[in-house]
C-alpha cells in the first residue's frame, strides 16, 4: 500500500493548513488511518486517527478541538484540517494505514503497517 501524505507549508501561528493522505486504487474497509509528527529531537507522536468504517475519530488532546481528522472514500483519501496552529506543532506529518483497529494500539506507531512519505509543517510564531 503507497500513501501519498501532501498540503504542508508554512504557516503563521493562528493559521490553517489541510493535509491529505491518499492510496490511489486502494480500499480500506477495515482499516485505521492515523496522522502522527515527528518535530527534531523528538520522538514520533500520534496525533489523530480515524476508523474507515464506521467513522470514529480520536485525538491527542495537545491537538483537540483545534485539528479534524476526515476521510473521503470516493477518494480513497484521509485529511487532517489544523486550525488555530501553534509554533510546538511544527513537525514532520506522516499518514499511516493498520489493517486492524484495537483500542489499545491505535495511538502507537509500531502497530501501523504502512506509512506514507511525510509532510513538513512549520508554524513560525
Known amino acids: 500500500v503507497q500513501l501519498q501524505a501532501s498540503g504542508g507549508g508554512l504557516v503563521q501561528a493562528g493559521g490553517s493548513l489541510r493535509l491529505s493522505c491518499a492510496a490511489p486504487?486502494?480500499?480500506?474497509?477495515?482499516?485505521?488511518m492515523g496522522w502522527f509528527r515527528q518535530a527534531p529531537g523528538k520522538e514520533r507522536e500520534f496525533v489523530a486517527a480515524?476508523?474507515?468504517?464506521?467513522?470514529?475519530?480520536y485525538y491527542a488532546d495537545s491537538v483537540k478541538g483545534r485539528f479534524t481528522i476526515s476521510r473521503d472514500s470516493t477518494k480513497n483519501t484521509v485529511y487532517l484540517q489544523m486550525n488555530s496552529l501553534k509554533p510546538e506543532d511544527t513537525a514532520v506529518y506522516y499518514c499511516?494505514?493498520?489493517?486492524?483497529?484495537?483500542?489499545?494500539?491505535?495511538?502507537?506507531?509500531?502497530?501501523?503497517?504502512?506509512w506514507g512519505q511525510g509532510t513538513l509543517v512549520t508554524v513560525s510564531s
Open positions: 499511516a494505514a493498520d489493517r486492524t483497529f484495537a483500542s489499545a494500539t491505535y495511538r502507537f506507531a509500531r502497530a501501523y503497517d504502512y
Open positions: 486504487g486502494r480500499t480500506f474497509s477495515s482499516y485505521v
Open positions: 480515524i476508523r474507515w468504517s464506521g467513522n470514529n475519530t
